[in-house]
């Protein structure tokens, strides 16, 4: 369960990261109105597509980081029981 919130929040962690550098890079290079709400769904969409096509690699960083923690805590576990 915990593995799978920590992989909706890096999804939706890189999606915010994207959405807003998106917004940032059209209102610097055009006169867009910075408020403008189709900038703002199309950054939010921008997003999502890259954290949707980066999930693959992120989930097996999470993965790989759940299993080292859990090594860790197996080990600290037992090394206090013996």
Same mark, same amino acid.
């Given at each position: 369960?915990w ?7 890096v /999804? %939706?962690?890189?999606s ?5 550098g ?6 610097d ?6 408020? =403008?709400?189709?900038l703002?769904?199309? =950054?939010?969409?921008?997003? %999502?597509?890259v954290a949707?096509?980066a999930?693959?690699?992120?989930? /097996? ?10 090594? /860790?805590?197996?080990?600290t576990? %037992? =090394? =206090?029981i013996s």
């Amino acid at each position: 369960m915990w593995r799978n919130i920590a992989k909706m929040v890096v /999804k %939706e962690g890189i999606s915010l990261y994207v959405a807003r550098g998106t917004h940032d890079f059209v209102v610097d290079h055009t006169d867009t109105d910075p408020d =403008s709400i189709p900038l703002k769904l199309g =950054s939010m969409v921008v997003g %999502e597509v890259v954290a949707t096509k980066a999930k693959p690699y992120t989930d /097996k960083a999470v993965d790989n980081a759940a299993d080292w923690i859990a090594k /860790k805590r197996n080990k600290t576990t %037992e =090394s =206090s029981i013996s």
